[in-house]
């Protein structure tokens, strides 16, 4: 099930497992692609479209985001706006709930 963020709506998405080329952390790691529709009204909102790139761990005893960033699609843009409090809680728990697709 795909989930809203507030005046964000997560429309689709795409996973990836990678590879943790330091070995610092233990457990597994993953590439999200958020598809994300915004409000016209909203300061985020792009013509193009927007997608949030998630870096998600999770081992054992822990799950996180890692880091994210939003993108202006087709450009690859990077947007400097962050996730508020409730909304990292949904991308996390979207995250979480969606491991099991990736490659």
Known sequence: MLERVKA????GYSIE??????????GDRY??????????DD?????NGI??????YKNEDDERILN?????NQSGEV????LDEDEEKVV????????????
């Not at 497992?17 to 233990?26: A, H, M, N, Q, R």
């Not at 996390?92 to 490659?103: G, M, T, Y």
């Open 68 to 72: 994210y960033h939003f993108l202006v």
């Open 79 to 82: 947007l400097e706006f962050a």
């Open 31 to 40: 590439e999200f692609y958020l598809d994300i529709d915004v409000d016209e």
């Open 17 to 26: 497992s990678i590879k943790d080329p330091t070995g610092i952390l233990s």
């Open 92 to 103: 996390s728990r979207f995250c979480s709930d969606n491991i099991s697709q990736a490659k």
């Open 8 to 11: 964000m709506n997560i429309t």
């Open 43 to 47: 300061e985020l909102y792009s013509e």
């Open 51 to 56: 997608k949030l790139r998630v870096l998600f």
